[in-house]
């Protein structure tokens, strides 16, 4: 099982940026099986939509093509922590943005921050 924990969410006017964090941690030394850490995000009354994930094994982030440009998704292994950067936010992105890790072949899911875009 990961756990995951984010912070970093707030209110932002539009054009603003956050950095959002998230810590991971299993109980298995070093971390180890934790294959792939990303983000979600829910919009109120939307579905759940996918924003990026960062594959350990390929030392690299893969976007989603909705979301390409003021999305950059970065992992510090040395901190077992997860970023996703926003710049340029619009009031769209208003969401509560979700971590999750991938150990083998289960997800597990963090709580979420919240980030409100006021126009």
């Known amino acids: 099982q990961v756990q995951l924990v984010e912070s970093g969410g707030g209110s932002v006017p539009t054009g603003g940026s956050l950095r959002l964090s998230c810590v991971g941690s299993?109980?298995?030394?070093?971390?180890?099986?934790?294959?792939?850490l990303g983000w979600f995000r829910q919009a109120p009354g939307k579905e759940q939509e996918s924003v990026g994930i960062?594959?350990?094994?390929?030392?690299?982030?893969h976007y989603a093509d909705s979301v390409l440009g003021p999305f950059t998704v970065t992992l510090n292994n040395a901190k077992n922590t997860l970023y996703l950067q926003i710049d340029n936010l619009v009031p769209e992105d208003t969401a509560v943005y979700l971590c999750?890790?991938?150990?083998?072949?289960?997800?597990?899911w963090g709580q979420g921050t919240q980030v409100t875009v006021s126009s």
């Open positions: 299993t109980r298995t030394p070093g971390n180890k099986g934790i294959d792939s």
């Open positions: 999750f890790g991938d150990q083998y072949t289960i997800r597990d």
């Open positions: 960062f594959k350990r094994a390929e030392n690299a982030a």
